[in-house]
């Protein structure tokens, strides 16, 4: 470069290229926070995935042995938070390990203390966004949640489609095959396919790796990545010697099967993922997707509650526009009150035909007895008045009898 053009490049040079350094700095200085569940039926391994995953010994009465230890089991949602730090940038990460389900006989609800959970932080973060005094706001949003499918090899159980149905509109789903070890490679192919299509057949939205359309290398990360899913994983606290290497692994009768060894299972392709991969996009999305969604769906509902009250107070309102909500809502009022007028009207005349029913019966059923009464004394006056006839037709046999005597006993005693 010329003196003359150095000169021209200084006088043009204003300094927003620096800008990008600016917003760099600022970042590491705050550091970095993230959060990743672990959802599954029970047994499945998350707690020893997550112990192993960041490499950190999240339990403390199960750190790294050359033994196997037992794990604790999860009865309830656990946070655990840890600070780490490479290379002079600080990550926060909170790690949460939940109970497994599928224990007991009614499993209907079994996502409810999770979904519940996850609605917990966006509240939360909600909250702390909407405050008048607002700084830095931390984030303990659920970035990720790695779900654990059983390794049946037949494919998703019912819980498991209704359980990330409930959670994918929620978080950023990573489905992961648990207990990889138990496959053979080719198992695990036909596994991850049938997983796969059990997905995208029950409109199941998972985690989907970004388009990096204008880096080749990235899309080709990406790709594999894609290929990948869902993670077939290893998960152990043991560490093994193998060639004189010191490895996480399981040992078998056969071998070892090395959690770390990428011919062996997809752990080290779902970490370096996780961290040092997607994890800013895994924060976008939750931020611009998942979060987005629960803002609305909460705001919707203040709105539609408060909306009324709002609509009165509101200052900056269009006059005409007021009067004519105005004159909706009291058109609706009245509406309203007209049905229920109506539905009173409807009940009362209801009453009053069931009232001239229950008289019209009650008639009947008296005019009945009475008919009844008088045709029985019909009966007896008929009785009487037979039994009066036959006495007195008795009586004129009698009387003719005796008067037929008299006249002979005359006859006989009259001179001849
Ligand atoms: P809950 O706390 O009941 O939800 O269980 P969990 O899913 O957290 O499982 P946990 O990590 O407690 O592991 C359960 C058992 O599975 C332990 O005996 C682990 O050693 C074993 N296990 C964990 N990961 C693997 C794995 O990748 N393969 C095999 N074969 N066993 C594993």
Known sequence: ???????????????????????????????????????????????????????????????????????????????????????????????????G??????????????????????????NDESRVNRGYTEDYRIHCCLYFIPPNGHGLRQIDIEFMKQLHNKTNIVPVIAKADTFTPEEV????????????????????????????????????LREAIPFAVVGSNTILEVNQKKVRGRQYP??????????????????????????QDLKDITNN?????????????????TGSATDKIAPSRDPLAQFEVEKKEHEKKMRRMEEEMEDVFEVKVREKLQKLEDIKHDLNRRKEAMTRTIEQLERDLNESKRQFDEDKRQYDIEQQKYMEQVESQMRQQAPA
């Open 1 to 99: 470069m010329s003196q003359g053009e150095k000169e021209k490049a200084e006088v043009s040079y204003v300094g927003y290229a620096n800008l990008p350094n600016q917003v760099f700095r600022k970042a590491v200085k705050r550091g970095f926070q993230f959060s990743l569940m672990v959802v599954g039926q029970s047994g499945l391994g998350k707690s020893t995935l997550i112990n192993s995953l960041f490499m950190t010994d999240l339990y403390e009465d199960c750190v790294y042995s050359p033994s196997p230890q037992r794990m604790p089991r999860t009865t309830e949602i656990k946070e655990s938070t840890v600070s780490v730090e490479e290379g002079g940038v600080r990550l926060e990460l909170t790690l949460i390990d939940t109970p």
């Open 101 to 126: 389900f599928g224990d007991i006989v009614d499993n209907s609800q079994c996502w409810r203390p999770i979904v519940d959970y996850i609605d917990s932080k966006y509240e939360k973060y909600l």
């Open 189 to 224: 192919v036909r596994f991850k396919k049938v997983v796969l299509q059990d997905i995208a057949d029950n409109g199941i939205k998972i985690y989907q790796f970004p388009d990096a359309q204008l880096d080749e290398e990235d899309d080709a990360a990406n790709q594999k």
């Open 254 to 279: 056969w071998g070892v099967a090395e959690v770390e060894n990428a011919d062996h299972c997809d752990f080290t392709t779902l970490r370096n993922m996780i961290i040092r991969t997607h994890m």
């Open 289 to 305: 997707v998942h979060y987005e969604n629960y803002r609305c769906t909460k705001l919707a509902n203040v709105s539609s509650v």
